[in-house]
């Protein structure tokens, strides 16, 4: 759903085989053979939540994980969570969660009985279409103008403008 959504929104990231543990997906935008721009989608293996890392690089590799500046790379490489732009000064990350919220007495009976209800298929496409709009969402109002800014100063167009 959201390799689907990202594609209607900005159709020039395309899924990527750049290694990245497990519960990870990379989608890279290669702009003019000199930048590349990364959203990799981030599912946490404990709970039903996921964030998003924003990444640049002047290579073809996906930057280390971290809020760090390589200086020697031209231009720098850079790779932080979206919650750096969401949240400027904010010390939470911001995940999307999932799953849907449990009534106390499901809540009981799942540890009661070891067992989870099932959600059929189509009750949790409805229940996560509008997480991941939301999440989407997010994309287009804080990381493409940081990617557009980034490629300003790189006086590169970004595809999406075109």
């Given at each position: 759903?959201?390799?689907?959504?990202?594609?209607?929104?900005?159709?020039?990231?395309?899924?990527?085989?750049?290694p990245v543990p497990s519960?990870?997906?990379?989608?890279?935008?290669?702009?003019?053979?000199?930048?590349?721009?990364?959203?990799?989608?981030?599912?946490?293996?404990?709970?039903?939540?996921?964030?998003?890392?924003?990444?640049?690089?002047?290579?073809?590799?996906?930057?280390?994980?971290?809020?760090?500046?390589?200086?020697?790379?031209?231009?720098?490489?850079?790779?932080?969570?979206?919650?750096?732009?969401?949240?400027?000064?904010?010390?939470?990350?911001?995940?999307?969660?999932?799953?849907?919220?449990?009534?106390?007495?499901?809540?009981?009976?799942?540890?009661?009985?070891?067992?989870?209800?099932?959600?059929?298929?189509?009750?949790?496409?409805?229940?996560?279409?509008?997480?991941?709009?939301?999440c989407i969402a997010a994309v287009?109002?804080?990381?493409?103008?940081?990617?557009?800014?980034?490629?300003?100063?790189?006086?590169?167009?970004?595809?999406?403008?075109?």
């Open positions: 759903m959201f390799e689907q959504r990202l594609g209607e929104e900005l159709p020039c990231f395309k899924r990527s085989d750049v519960g990870c997906r990379v989608y890279k935008c290669m702009i003019e053979e000199c930048i590349s721009l990364f959203l990799v989608l981030i599912v946490s293996p404990n709970t039903d939540e996921f964030t998003i890392e924003v990444a640049y690089s002047s290579s073809d590799r996906l930057p280390s994980t971290s809020f760090l500046i390589e200086r020697e790379a031209q231009p720098p490489e850079l790779c932080f969570r979206i919650s750096h732009l969401t949240q400027p000064g904010f010390k939470m990350e911001h995940w999307w969660r999932l799953a849907a919220e449990v009534p106390p007495e499901k809540g009981i009976e799942l540890l009661s009985t070891g067992r989870p209800t099932e959600e059929p298929v189509a009750v949790a496409r409805e229940r996560i279409a509008p997480v991941v709009d939301a287009g109002r804080y990381v493409v103008p940081f990617f557009e800014m980034t490629l300003d100063r790189l006086g590169v167009r970004p595809p999406w403008r075109a």
